[in-house]
């Protein structure tokens, strides 16, 4: 079922295909967010398999007392539709008896509640009755029908817009970056922005549910992740406007994000150059080593978290890597625009997925390194082939300029890994013990 | 609706999964939303299984659910038939899927494929993993291997070993080991199934004389099948232990029509010589909480009472369907058995009996690591590091050498523990450094020390709040001496003992008073 379509821009017709997809659902968004807002709950209302997916993909990130949970529906939830609010507000009892410090319970909704259109924005409301201000309820949607991997927490940054503060006559924020940052890159954010003499900006989310920005006409927002469409579209109705940038991936990226930004806020040229000028020689330094493991090599990627034309145009155009497919799960045109213009013309780029002919596709171009999920890479590995584990990159400080080195060092790592072991994959398969 | 952090099990599909996972030749069509292919990584990751799992996912999204999921369905079905031309497909419908009620096994008829479809009916919001493997595994079973004719002739000595699955704890090397055990007892091992088989092995299945259920919770219903549609008798002791595994093989070749002389491969057996040897003396009832699947759990309460004289303080499973085996079991240490899936109710049992060795799952791992426990894991659910890549059974003589070593080992080395209990404030090694040679392993009594006021160590964070009030200073005090590993259950009856005595607050005296009470 493939079907060209002309994307616009300089790279060649998208590949959209619907077949198998391999990818996360958005609960698994859940597993940074919950440590990114600190005293935020996550409960997401579903099934066994929604709780067996969460501790599966926390892997050894495992607590014993994290800050989400499973309301596991049962047999007889599903027989009857005004029982099974009781028994949602009789979780959330138990569970803000036990953890009477969670400041907001965030309900998250999965395949199964959102199949059988249980209201999770109608319980919402009602729990917020009964148990604000002590504790704030809000909801989204995580489920996989409606949300690839990050796009959950879009729709979680969707939610945080959507009940945030109107900001004042004062106007006290300015600028909000939104899209969930490592604390790290955060602060180094922070301490960009002061040297530029930008006031008032705001990370969304913020670190605890407190520390959430207001919103108004006058509010100025870029975003740092590219899997944020709606929580944009949200931010705009708020009278709120964006500003357009690639993203802060590599020294390329991080500079024409802050230009962005600092074009917008009238920021003399000399200061810009002042304040940037050190991290973008440390960027580019950091970078020259693992120049030489990725000049040339050609990169496939598979669709996983939408940060792949990012990714792409990073190893294009600051490391000479060549791209040979760009997988998104979703391609957000006017969010992409400006990375995939950077990409060479031709690069084929694909939105959506059918698994087994994208592997097909894969093996036939023989790449240097396959970018994809971990449910693909063992057994490409097996085949002889390099994979890079995409999750990492969800999963790193990879933004800004202190990070362009480990962004490149993250590709680089098993290829180094290849040329460092001595022994190929050419022996026997272990033999069985019969 | 039932709060839960963590699970147990699965949902029944990735039982389901794991059985197509063990075979050769077995493909399964899963309605499933997209998402649901994180399963795929229990396989690529935790088994660091080589190849892709044999699941083909339809991965519907929500726009697919204005149109026709059926019609996605039966194109999943067919690509994959056609790519991956297995010898037998399953069928089936995840949580989500079941609500669409699509029905695959009718769509699936629909198709008019030339292999055997093997419909799986599995109730996702009643039962969960390992109840889905048991019934996947049995209707495979009834698929390939209904309406064969048993040979006129089968010789006794031949058997087929059932259970063992993928992703199942240890069963690569159980295998291993009993299939090298009952062939060295003369036995012929025809067919193991479901790891490694193909649907024309089980369609074998009936040539053997008689069945081995290794892992009852897998393998039970159809091995029950197989006994009613072909009288194969079958042999459930499960040969996990020095003594278990003698009976396994007095059993089997008994069934085997073999004269009963003693396994060659006793002189394998290490832990009964290392049990017995001196250095063992202190493990002798040192009290452990045992928790996992019900196999494992029984087979571990009979090692530690019998065959390592530890004392067995908790006993329990999360498999409700085997609650009865394990309640029988527990009565024999005079315990109540816990059954629960709920993972805080095992953490308040085990603060509750406070042991000195919690033996468990990846779960209790973690309860364990919180309380500052010793522990080790003998059950599913499992993480990578219980699939090693050296040799390691639970079963047969080998596994019981590996048992020793890895329950023996988190706990502190005898001549350790008895300079504590001598010399309380050595300013390296006291309460609440661990076993030395788990340094590397636990960071965080280092950190404990730090940032713990002085006094509270290890048994003091399992202790009840509420009970420091009923005690002195002095006694509080005096009960610091006593070494950490006990102290747990010296406070406990040392409390008991004054409530019984209405005696309050708890003096030096009473705590003497209660040791000598508890000696007796």
Redesign the interface.
Known sequence: MNQAFSAGCATGPTIRER??????????SIIWLHRKVQDAFFLI?G???C???M???A??M?????RF???????R??AGMAD?HD??D??VD??LARRPDIKMLVLVGS??S???KFDLSKAAERLNRVHAPKHRVLCYSG????T?FTQGEDNFLTALVNEAPASGPQNETKLIVAGCLPDVVEDQFTRLFDDLGIEGVQFLPGRSSAAMPSIGPGTRFILAQPYLGAAAAALQSRGAERINSIFPLGEQGTTAWFKAIADTFGVPEDRFEAATGAPRKRAKAALQSYLPWLEGRRMFFFPDSQLEPSLARFLHSETGAEIIEVGSPYLHREHAAGELALLPPGTAISEGQDV?LQIDRARKADPDLIVCG??????F??EGRLTKWSIEFAFTPIQGYEQAGDLAELFVRPLRRQSVLKTGLGFE?GA??? | MQLSMWTYEGPPHVGAMRVAASMKDVHYVLHAPQGDTYADLLFTMIERRDSRPPVTYTTFQARDLGASTADIFKTACHDAVDRFKPRALLVGASCTAELLQDDPGGLAKTLDLDIPVVPLELPSYQKKETWGAAETFYQLVRACASNRRRPETIAANTCNILGPTSLGFRNRDDVCEIKALLEENGLNVRVVAPLGASPEDLARLPEAAFNIVLYPEIADTAARWLKKAYGMPYLSTVPIGVSETRRFVAEARALAGLEPVPSPSENKDRLTWYSRSIDSTYLTGKRVFIFGDATHAIAAARIAANELGFEVCGLGTYMREFARDVRAAAKDYGLEALITDDHLVVEDAIIEARPELVLGTQMERHIAKRLRVPCAVISSPVHVQDFPARYSPQMGFEGANVIFDSWVHPLMMGLEEHLLSMFRDDFEFNDGATASHLHAHSPAAASNQQTAPAGTSVEDQITLPASATLWTDEAEKELKKIPFFVRGKARRNTESFATDNGIHPITVETLYDAKAHFAR
């Open positions: 077949g198998q997809h391999e990818v996360f659902c958005g609960l698994t209302v099934s066994r398999t709780a067996h997916l501790q599966s993909a892997g050894v495992i607590f014993s007392e994290p949970a499973t309301a596991i529906m049962e047999e939830d599903l099974m028994e949602l009789g979780v138990k569970l395949c199964p959102e199949v059988i489920s996989g029908i409606e690839t087994d971990m449910g693909l890479a063992n057994p590995e097996a398969e069985p013990c019969s």
